[in-house]
C-alpha cells in the first residue's frame, strides 16, 4: 500500500504538480477509471487487484490524501467500502458492458436476474443499482 502511494505521490514530491493532477500517473486508471497516459501492463487486472487491497475506489483515495492515518485493520478485515455514485456506475459498467447495463430493464427475466445478482455480489448495494438501472428495489432483492 505504502509502495503505491509512494509512486503516485512522486511528482508532488518532486514539486512538478499534484499527484492526482499528473498526465503520466496511473493514479487516473485507479480513480477515475481511465488509462494512464502510458500503454500498462494488462490495466483491468492490476488496477483491480490493487483497489482490493485498498477496499475499493474511495479507500485507495483516502489512503493517498491522509499521510499514514489510514485505517489497516479495517482494510485487512476487508470491511467494505462504500462506493460512490460515480464510482458505481464505473464499476458496473465495468462488469456488464456499457449495452448490456442501458438494456438491463428490458431483458428478459433470467437474464436480467444474472446480471442483477453480479452487480449485488460486486458489491453494489441494491440502492445503488436501483438508481444505476432504473429497476426497483423488490425485483433487485429477488434477483
Avoid at 492515518?69 to 482494510?75: H, P, Y
Amino acid at each position: 500500500m505504502e509502495a503505491v502511494r509512494y509512486v503516485h505521490q512522486n511528482p508532488s514530491e518532486a514539486m512538478i504538480c499534484s499527484y492526482n493532477r499528473y498526465r503520466w500517473s496511473s493514479y487516473a486508471a485507479y480513480v477515475e477509471g481511465g488509462e494512464a497516459a502510458f500503454p500498462p501492463l494488462p490495466i483491468h487486472s492490476v488496477t483491480e487487484f490493487v483497489l482490493d487491497v485498498f477496499g475499493g475506489m474511495d479507500g485507495l483515495v483516502r489512503f493517498h490524501s491522509e499521510e499514514g492515518d489510514f485505517d489497516l485493520t479495517r482494510q485487512a478485515a476487508r470491511v467494505p467500502v462504500a462506493l460512490s455514485e460515480a464510482a458505481s456506475r464505473a464499476l458496473a459498467k465495468e462488469l456488464l458492458g456499457a449495452e448490456r447495463l442501458a438494456a438491463l430493464p428490458s431483458l428478459r427475466k433470467a437474464e436480467r436476474d444474472v446480471n442483477l445478482a453480479t452487480l449485488k455480489k460486486a458489491g453494489l448495494s441494491v440502492r445503488q443499482i436501483e438508481r444505476i438501472t432504473g429497476i426497483g428495489r423488490n425485483i433487485i432483492q429477488r434477483a
